[in-house]
């Protein structure tokens, strides 16, 4: 039998193994074909296909966070202390990321600046590209969590069906409705079923659910097969109805978690492993920070095919060493406007 334990054991793994597949799906001016040894044997091929399914670690991030926020709400359900280590988890870090990129995108407009470093450009009309979509959607995900929670663990899995079938079918009215805002909130849409879900496996987790190895077996082989048919379907998406994608990242996502989490147990603590547990502390930093970085300094980097290597890996490292300087900085400022409580001695 496997322990699905061994998701949330192995959680900061799992998140930092995500963040890096995302910024690599980000680094799109290169080809890992165009490498020569990896052409050669073939390994480019796959780690191309890899590449081009890594907007599926937004779900992976999402199931986690569900996972994460069951346990949290589980152990102390409290409203205001709940709201609080959200709060200071997400809002230090970007702030600073956000109003730094605000200020070298030159944004014109108070009122569009001011509705990027509030995270709320993502759900308004606006002109401008938000910065940090991410951020404004797991906020939202955060305010309404407590009630999700509620009907998880009340109901389980029918919560989960339900809430997943309404904002599927809300989302496709909408497209019908007003096209051009639905195609600003998809992203977060999308994400719906993937985050409650992950609340609904905090929920079986905690109970000790196991599964066989049969079961486990299966999961890898369907793993393998559905990796090179999302390839092919999300090619064949026009661009119109791309917002699919994000549903057809819901298996594959899903998939990751049980594999991973296997093999993490299974190959022990190395190097690798630490360096992903290390990167999976600061993932929310990395990932803002690749993701905006990689496309403003493109103006100032020829990225044709021989460099392009060379500026996704540039981008890769300094997006590393920011993340690492703007999460300390972010902890110090959230230890000192929310101080840990100190037991007095009786």
Not at 56 to 81: C, P, R
Not at 271 to 285: A, D
Request: net charge positive; glycine share 4%; proline share 2%.
């Amino acid at each position: 039998m496997i322990d699905l334990s061994l998701i949330n054991k192995h959680r900061k793994f799992l998140m930092g193994l995500a963040a890096f597949w995302i910024v690599v799906y980000h680094s799109s001016f290169f080809d890992f074909r165009d490498i020569e040894f990896l052409s050669v044997t073939h390994i480019g091929d796959l780690l191309e296909i890899l590449k081009r399914l890594g907007n599926a670690a937004v779900e992976v991030f999402l199931f986690l966070s569900g996972i994460g926020l069951y346990y949290s709400m589980t152990k102390d359900s409290k409203l205001t202390s709940f709201y609080k280590k959200r709060f200071f988890r997400v809002v230090p870090s970007a702030f600073i990321i956000v109003v730094t990129l605000c200020g070298f995108l030159s944004t014109t407009y108070l009122p569009e600046y001011f509705s990027q470093i509030t995270f709320v450009d993502l759900f308004i009309k606006s002109e401008v590209a938000e910065v940090a979509w991410y951020v404004s959607a797991i906020l939202v995900f955060y305010l309404f969590f407590p009630l999700i929670y509620k009907a998880v663990k009340r109901f389980g899995l029918i919560a989960v069906i339900v809430i997943s079938l309404v904002s599927i079918i809300f989302t496709f009215v909408l497209g019908i409705i007003d096209y051009d805002y639905f195609m600003r909130v998809e992203v977060f849409l999308t994400r719906i079923p993937a985050f409650v879900t992950g609340a609904y496996l905090g929920k079986i987790i905690m109970k000790g659910v196991k599964i066989p190895r049969w079961g486990f077996l299966a999961i890898i082989l369907f793993n393998i097969v559905y990796t090179f048919l999302s390839v092919f379907l999300i090619i064949q998406i026009q661009e119109d109805y791309g917002f699919i994608r994000h549903y057809i990242n819901f298996p594959l996502a899903l998939s990751f978690l049980f594999v991973f989490a296997f093999l993490r147990e299974a190959v022990g603590s190395h190097i690798i492993t630490r360096f992903f547990e290390m990167l999976g502390i600061f993932s929310l930093e990395y990932y803002l920070i690749h993701v905006n970085m990689y496309q403003y300094c493109l103006k100032f980097f020829n990225t044709d095919e021989e460099s392009g290597l060379k500026y996704a890996i540039t981008i890769i490292v300094v997006s590393f060493v920011l993340a690492v300087i703007v999460k300390s900085v972010a902890d110090k400022i959230s230890g000192y406007l929310n101080p840990p409580k100190v037991e007095e001695k009786k």
